[in-house]
């Protein structure tokens, strides 16, 4: 749909009359924003909304890639859901890829035959008829696969890499694939990213250079990872066939959710709470990012029962498409990145203890530091606010992949904060259930969310003054 077709009929979708008395209440003293974040805790703290609607959207819908009907069961199911709660809601087209994922097996048949438990790469190739065999190519680093790019053709390159930071990790599963293929592989494998494993294989999206052959790739186990490295440092070469089944089926429409209480005295100002509705084809996606989008969801509820609206406008979008293309991410960006967006809000690490919030900044120029530090000392109420619930940090990271193309164009970000202990062993694997969330602390993500988001809405001041630069 057209841009220029797309905004007006967004704000007639958007435009509440249940909210529009609402939105004439006079304004709201500092006191008046306090007294409202302790009623938003209190009932954040004390409703089992949130976890309820996880529950159903776990067990009667399950995970949700891309292009497939359950992801639009979801779709449909959150945007009843929003309008059950009171607020507007508009679903956003987005155009995103259909990749199934297929049959897949990995047999290692020397020095020993056995089975290995694997996942295909989120957008890998399928091998060929009768899969790809051929020995192995263990390496642990760019760098040692540089010293070995003579050994690496007709091989199928394992990078076997442990786990560091995400960020510094997760580039042998996006790029390892064309890395290998560059120096004539017929694979690639990945140890899973993940600092622990209990023999689970951890699926994600790789990205294949547009300059080389596409490879087939997957993820071992970082047991079976290992085991192939031993062998290859005591002079035994492994020998291994990979089977992969999957397929591309090109484009297919999808939506955005996006559902807002329009401010009563600055409406053209928006502060936006995400979360990704898609997940990996594994599990149930109750970590990620099933519990991002319960707690914007449930958070927006609270808000909208409140006796006024705040002063700025409140918008949940549920993007599609996070895990395999951020497509979600670029159409909310493309029909909304020239509104004035006074701060972007992202839940998407799962729902552990809250601890604060990561915020991203960006810019240029020697006034950059200067906006970092007024939107720090602005962010100090809401972290006092935030005590009682153990969630005061505030560090500066990245916030979020879908509210990313925002942030770039300077933005402030913020990046709901957690402990995170419980969930990079279980990420983007068949181990992501519902059976992982603690129903307190989901309740406790939801009122740090409320709180944070209502006064940012409400407060007269802004994290960047004038907008991004």
Known sequence: MPRRLLIPLLVLALASPALAGRRKAG??????????SVQLMGRALTSDRAWEDLVFLCDRIGNRLSGTP???????????????????VALEPVSVPKWVRGAE??????????????LGLGMTVGTPPGGAEAEVLVVGSWEELEAKAEQARGRIVLYDVPFTTYKETVAYRSRGASEASKLGAVAALVRSVTPQSLSTPHTGALRYAD????????ALTVEDAATLHRLSDRGVVPRLRLELGAQHHGEVGSFNVVAQITGREAPQEVVVMGCHIDSWDVGQG??????????????????AELPWAPR???????FTNEENGLAGGHAYHAAHGTEDHVAALEADTGAGQPLGWRMDLRGEG??????????????????????????????ESYAGADIGPLVAGGVPGLGLDFDT????????????????????MLRKNVAVMAITAFTLAEMEGRLRPGGAP
């Not at 109750?286 to 808000?303: K, P």
């Not at 990420?427 to 259930?433: G, L, N």
């Open 70 to 88: 359950s992801l639009e069961r979801a779709i449909a199911w959150a945007k009843e859901r929003l309008e059950e709660a009171g607020v507007a």
């Open 366 to 395: 020697e006034g950059v530091d200067a906006a970092r530090a007024l939107a720090r000392a602005r962010m100090a109420p809401i972290q006092e606010k935030l005590t009682a619930l153990g969630a005061t940090g505030l560090r």
């Open 27 to 36: 304004p709201t003293s500092p006191e008046r924003i306090d007294q409202a």
């Open 312 to 318: 700025r406008t409140l918008r949940v979008v549920l």
């Open 421 to 440: 202990t419980g969930y990079w062993p279980i990420h983007h694997t068949d181990a992501d259930t519902i059976d992982k969330i603690d129903p307190a």
């Open 211 to 218: 300059d080389v052959p596409p490879i087939p790739a997957a």
């Open 286 to 303: 109750a970590q990620d990012d099933g519990a991002g989008c319960v707690m914007v969801m449930e958070a927006i509820r609270l808000i």
């Open 105 to 118: 097996r990995a047999t290692l048949l020397a020095p020993v035959e056995r089975d290995l438990p694997i």
